[in-house]
């Protein structure tokens, strides 16, 4: 089975490398020297955040497991992180728009560091503590970088178009290839040098150390309203009320709402869905499978956005429905194929199929991210934007609490079926946004036709 974790990471990698050197001057966009350094600088930043996230991924529920706690005790570790997110993150991350997005960038680096120490401990409270932690930096990493390169690129008066660039490049790197090395690297510290599960941990630390000291070098602060007469309510308030009132926000809160949610719950289960009864897996190269998958998706959606046609509303629609189509295979390889009781040895043939499948879905989730990334340019204001992004992470922290928290009480398949669900009610409401979206352009093409049929002459 080596041989098939080998064929699907060569196949990948070369389809990567056939888009990429595939591309023509229609996927390219002429940029000057100036963007060019301004994009270099916050994608070594980007990457630097993304190798400490990255390098903890793949070992949090093995570091659990080895020290002893079950899979209902792991749940509750991961619900502690999604909670502390929605609650403690939310307004720290809504505190971006007014006291500095460089600010918070910063923060983030230290809370995580901190996080990445109460790994040492086996005890139980302390590493509620750093769940605590780790979901406060999850929160700003998710949403005071994006926000602080928006308002840095607008400000330096950049092509609103060259956003699109950043965004697919730090998706390629940070959610790609820098994931990819990172799990080998984590992979070669506890298995090649058995420097034990908290070896990447500390890894971790050192690289969000090293980004961190790169922001406070070579970052100016920007805000999104820093008035004084606003507290942290009014922020609230003004967010809930954009949201409100605007349905392209609120349909773009439901669908990363959705999709993440999806997306987390499927981080918690294609381990035990891949080793149903503890096969010999080797988790690191699967991940990096998975974020070279990515890194095609990515690079896919660079090409695609580089382009006025197909627009990014358009689609992502599909892109819901392959996801939802590829979560869906866990279940019908439970009727297709008969189940193994065989304790232990390598991956099944289902396995196999499956993995393939998770493997479709993380392609999707690389041309999500700077899909999502360059509608939220568009469409939230930038005054309130760390407000309303956190904002969008409230009902994707209760789902995923919800889901974690009733891990035990339904089979797998069940999971992935709700996962798959949601992801094509995410497809329904991309629709509803794309005929939003191009309403007023309807709108503005029927006046001028109603205007000149008033006045033929255009006079």
């Known amino acids: 089975m080596e041989m098939f974790y080998y064929l699907v990471f060569g196949g990948l990698g070369a389809v990567v490398a056939a888009i990429e050197l595939s591309k023509t001057n229609k996927d390219r966009i002429n940029t000057t020297s100036t963007f060019n350094s301004f994009k270099n600088n916050y994608l070594l930043v980007y990457s630097l955040m993304m190798a400490g996230d990255w390098l903890q991924g793949p070992y949090v529920y093995f570091l659990y497991k080895t020290y002893g706690y079950d899979k209902g005790e792991i749940g509750q570790l991961f619900i502690a992180g999604f909670g502390s997110s929605m609650l403690f993150g939310t307004i720290v991350g809504s505190l971006a728009d007014k006291q500095g997005r460089k600010r918070a960038c910063v923060i983030y680096c230290i809370t995580y560091i901190l996080s990445c120490f109460t790994k040492h401990s086996p005890q139980y409270k ?5 769940r605590v932690l780790g979901g406060i930096a999850t929160s700003l990493l998710f949403s005071s970088f994006e926000s602080w390169l928006v308002a840095e690129h607008n400000k330096r008066g950049f092509e609103q178009q060259w956003l699109s660039i950043t965004f697919s490049k730090a998706v ?5 290839l820098v994931a990819i090395l990172a799990g080998l690297f984590g992979n ?5 040098f058995s420097l034990g599960p908290v070896a990447p941990f500390d890894a971790a630390a050192c690289f969000l150390a090293i980004g961190m000291a790169v922001i406070l070098s070579s970052w100016t602060e920007n805000f999104g309203d820093p008035s004084e007469n606003k507290d942290l309510l009014t922020q609230f308030r003004g967010a809930a009320v954009a949201i409100a009132s605007d349905e392209k ?3 773009l809160g439901a669908i990363q709402s959705l999709f993440e949610g999806s997306m987390y719950t499927f981080v918690f289960l ?3 869905a891949l080793s149903p009864n503890d096969e010999d897996i080797p988790h690191g190269f699967i991940f990096a499978t998975f974020m070279l998958a990515s890194m095609l998706g990515s690079s896919f959606a660079s090409r695609l956005m580089a382009r006025a046609t197909p627009k990014v509303e358009s689609y992502m629609q599909i892109v819901f429905l392959v996801s939802s189509a590829s979560l869906m295979l866990p279940i019908v390889t439970t009727f297709l194929v008969a189940p193994s009781n065989v304790k232990g040895g390598s991956i099944t043939f289902a396995g196999c199929i499956q993995l ?5 879905f993380e392609a999707c ?5 700077p899909s999502i990334m360059k509608m939220r340019s568009q469409y939230i204001p930038e005054e309130a934007r760390s407000t309303i992004m956190n904002f969008f992470r409230i009902p994707l922290n209760i789902f995923v609490c919800v889901v974690l928290y009733n891990v035990d009480a339904f089979p797998i398949t069940v999971m992935f079926g709700m996962c798959s669900i949601f992801l094509f009610v995410a497809s329904v409401l991309q629709r509803r946004l794309l005929v939003i979206a191009d309403k007023p352009k309807t709108q503005d093409w029927a006046m001028k036709e109603r205007d000149s049929e008033a006045d033929p002459l255009n006079i």
Not at 172 to 176: D, I, K, T, V
Not at 356 to 360: I, K, N, V
């Open 126 to 130: 302390v590493l509620m503590i750093g």
């Open 365 to 369: 989730v690389g041309i999500f991210w």
């Open 356 to 360: 393939l499948g998770f493997c479709t």
């Open 249 to 251: 926000i609120a349909l």
């Open 270 to 272: 294609w381990t035990p």
């Open 172 to 176: 390629f790197l940070g959610n790609g």
């Open 188 to 192: 070669l510290l506890v298995d090649s």
